[in-house]
């Protein structure tokens, strides 16, 4: 590419956002679902020019602006992160608020915004306090108590929903899990890899055979306020370093299924880092609608620029760093 892309670099909750806002392909999907297959199919170069190695660190996630699809959106957004698309993310979308903010797009306080992405429409205030809120897409829990058999490990016990992405939650007062806790971080990253592939070799899935990409773990929180602790595994083998906003969805989804959280009761979860989302929730005929609060920090502006002399200008691939034929 001749022209360089334009990125703000953004963190929530300690969690990366590469969004692209200048230089970027035009889409012209009528749909979001549309414009994402658009990108996969003819610039997929570019989503793995921003998410992977040399010029990005692990977790790190695109997102790709686009003009709204829906009269009344301030954007449309595709998320995409080392290993592919995402439906929705959270953490992205408060990052792509503050940057919208940042560029002078979107300029007032305590008002709701609407954001185009491929799971449906999203809803963001920007409040005084320098917090943002989402209004996630509906969450529902798909399947409880539901065992898989994970080799070397014995039986794991989750439930399965739906946040905007599909899940496997596991307590650790049900399973043996290692401690929530940052020094841990390997040994969980490998547990989940395990169950992963534990649910994908016995069939066992989201809705109408959705793969379930992310597995999450949760532990008893150390911050005072909160009500849990988690890790999240994502679907490029990083770990969720915000409390994860499809995550909280899916796991306050969870918890209403189980008569354990009420409409409009705070559900305050920490993150494997120690960051916070404070999450509640209000019913609706297919689940809850999930609202999600935290914090994005715009961390610099990024030209990227593509030297046709370059072997890893569109990124090193993950079959490259484990050292066998791309």
């Known amino acids: 590419m001749a022209v360089p892309l334009r990125l703000i670099d953004s963190h929530t909750e300690g969690e990366p956002t590469r969004v692209v806002v200048d230089g970027g392909p035009h889409l012209d999907g009528a749909t979001m679902l549309e414009r994402r297959e658009e990108l996969r199919r003819d610039w997929d170069f570019l989503r793995t020019a921003i998410t992977a ?16 699809v829906s009269a009344d959106a301030a954007a449309g957004v595709v998320f995409a992160n080392r290993a592919g698309y995402l439906g929705m993310c959270g953490h992205g979308a408060l990052g792509v608020m503050r940057t919208l903010l940042h560029l ?3 300029n007032a306080t305590n ?4 954001l185009d992405t491929p799971a449906g429409p999203i809803y963001a205030t920007l409040f005084d306090d320098g917090s943002i809120e989402i209004q996630n897409v509906t969450a529902r829990a798909f399947r409880l108590d539901v ?6 490990t014995g039986e794991i016990v989750g439930d399965i929903a739906y946040g905007g992405n599909w899940f496997f939650l596991v307590d650790a007062a049900r399973a043996p899990l290692p401690e929530i806790a940052a020094g841990n971080v390997s040994r969980l990253t490998s547990l989940a890899l395990e169950i992963c592939a534990a649910l994908q070799a016995h069939g066992i899935t989201g809705e109408d055979g959705a ?3 992310h597995i999450e773990f949760f532990g008893k929180a150390r911050l005072l306020n909160a009500n849990a602790k988690n890790f999240v595994l994502c679907p490029d083998g990083s770990y969720d370093r915000s409390p994860c906003g499809t995550g909280t969805s899916a796991k306050m989804a969870v918890l209403a299924a189980r008569g354990r959280l009420r409409a409009g009761e705070p559900w305050l979860q920490e993150s494997i880092t120690g960051t916070l989302f404070t999450g509640r929730m209000e019913r609706c005929a297919d689940g809850i609608v999930p609202f999600i609060r935290g914090r994005a920090y715009v961390t610099g ?4 620029f593509f030297d046709t002399g370059d072997p890893f200008r569109y990124g ?3 079959q490259e760093l484990r050292g066998r034929d791309s």
């Open 316 to 318: 090193i691939s993950a």
């Open 53 to 68: 190695e040399p010029r990005a660190s692990e977790g790190t996630v695109a997102a790709f602006l686009t003009e709204p």
């Open 211 to 213: 793969r379930i990409d």
């Open 111 to 114: 008002e709701r915004f609407a």
């Open 104 to 106: 002078g797009r979107i």
């Open 147 to 152: 065992p898989v058999q994970v080799p070397g």
């Open 301 to 304: 502006e990024t030209a990227l």
